[in-house]
């Protein structure tokens, strides 16, 4: 019996349903987190075979121990994931550390989590990205921000979602961000005017995808977090064929094996000079895990399918064992900020929309920032009826 490590499996919520579809597939799965047993739901009781709480997932030394525990008592360890973008580094290092061939290690992370290296990558797949600088004080980003002109982006270089991400539009917000930088490493790169598209799958063992999806952002992560405003995006009914190409480029380039991948794309709005023409596709950043959030459910509705049992399948015999033909919709989530007095209130929504509905509710708080606090989630069959949906969804009285 092959030996599954799952990184903090109760967080995501819907992260139980990778651990039950791995105890179908026969994998004896081990849960390490910092939850107390008492408090894991109870599906995810029964997905586990054991769980090794820690004071806290933050202290190496515990989860070191956790580890190391799982192996004396059932052996080798054959695969160590969270499938969550804050512990990829963790899970290389453990992964480093005991010899778990399967999965990102130590030496590969650098490329897959910052941002800067990126681009190197995005390069091989001949996929142009965004200028860039790495800050280091007033004066060489104020030459950054001059040579490729107002407004540039600056983020963690070694960042989460759009933690600390921030769009500068002149020289005095520029000094008023370096005053109050802390020392993380941070990036520059010059404004590109485009939306987001994403190329999503399952890879196998040899860098094909036993999956694929893709969704459209139309506002930017970054803006949400700032504004505090809605979180729309929608998983399309069909991958155009650029993203695909993009994507399955951007795999080969990284060297992407045995993982959900989610990886972001602008696409241009209009002309720019020295990245292409309107419509053109430029590298934004890869993420080597799943889509946040309740998308792996969105991929689910849009699709008619499991991708959970999809990921369990290619952890434990490489293929995808559900048929890929099921019909395809497109998936709209919208998530809605307390507190704004909404044309459409809660019974409104259910009553024009609640035929459509796929799922609806409370997003916990450590989501909220970026994804608001009351989601709606609905299937369409055209981008007509997605564009009519989050427009009402979102205007206020």
């Known amino acids: 019996m092959k030996n599954f490590i799952f990184i903090s499996p109760n967080f995501p919520t819907n992260y139980w349903k990778f651990c039950a579809e791995l105890k179908n597939n026969g994998l004896r799965v081990l849960g390490i987190g910092d939850c107390p047993y008492d ?4 599906d995810l ?3 586990l075979h054991e769980y090794y709480k820690v004071g806290n997932l933050e202290n ?7 580890v190391a525990f799982f192996t004396y008592k059932y052996g080798k360890i054959d695969w160590l994931e969270s499938n969550n973008e804050y512990w990829l580094e963790r899970d290389a290092k453990l992964r480093t550390e005991f010899n778990i061939t399967t999965g990102f290690k130590s030496h590969q992370i650098d490329y897959i989590k910052r941002k800067s290296a990126m681009k190197e990558y995005y390069a091989k797949a001949g996929i142009p990205t965004a200028r860039y600088h790495l800050v280091k004080g007033y004066d060489d980003a104020a030459d950054f921000a001059h040579m490729v002109g107002y407004p540039v982006v600056v983020k963690p270089d070694n960042g989460v979602g759009a933690s600390q991400t921030y769009r500068l539009r002149n020289d005095d917000e520029l000094h008023f961000f370096i005053d109050h930088m802390d020392d993380q490493v941070y990036i520059m790169e010059e404004f590109v005017n485009g939306y987001v598209r994403t190329y999503d799958a399952i890879i196998d063992s040899k860098g094909n995808p036993v999956f694929e999806a893709g969704n459209i952002t139309p506002v930017s992560l970054m803006d949400v977090v700032n504004n505090q405003g809605e979180s729309p995006y929608f998983i399309v009914k069909e ?10 480029r951007t795999v080969k380039a990284f060297g992407v094996r045995s993982r959900f991948v989610h990886l972001e794309y602008f696409v241009l ?7 292409g023409r309107k419509g053109d596709i430029i590298g934004l950043e890869v993420n080597m895990r799943p889509s946040g959030g309740y998308t792996p459910d969105m991929y689910n509705f849009a699709h008619e399918t499991d991708v959970y ?18 019909p395809h919709h497109n998936c709209a989530f919208i998530g809605r900020r307390d507190g704004r007095n909404y044309k459409l209130d809660d019974n409104a929504v259910m009553e024009k929309y609640g035929s459509s509905m796929k799922m609806w509710g409370r997003i916990p708080d450590a989501l909220s920032g970026a994804m608001a606090n009351q989601m709606y989630c609905c299937n369409f069959d055209t981008e007509e009826e997605v564009w009519t949906f989050f427009r009402e969804m979102m205007e206020t009285n």
Do not use: C, H
């Open 45 to 47: 009781r029964e997905s």
């Open 39 to 42: 408090e894991l739901t109870q």
């Open 309 to 326: 049992k999809i990921w369990a399948d290619m952890i434990a015999f490489d293929k995808n064992t559900l048929p890929m033909d099921r």
């Open 239 to 248: 991958l155009p064929w650029e993203v695909r190409d993009a994507g399955l």
């Open 269 to 275: 709005n209009e002309d720019q000079q020295g990245l």
């Open 60 to 66: 190496y030394a515990e989860v070191f121990k956790a």
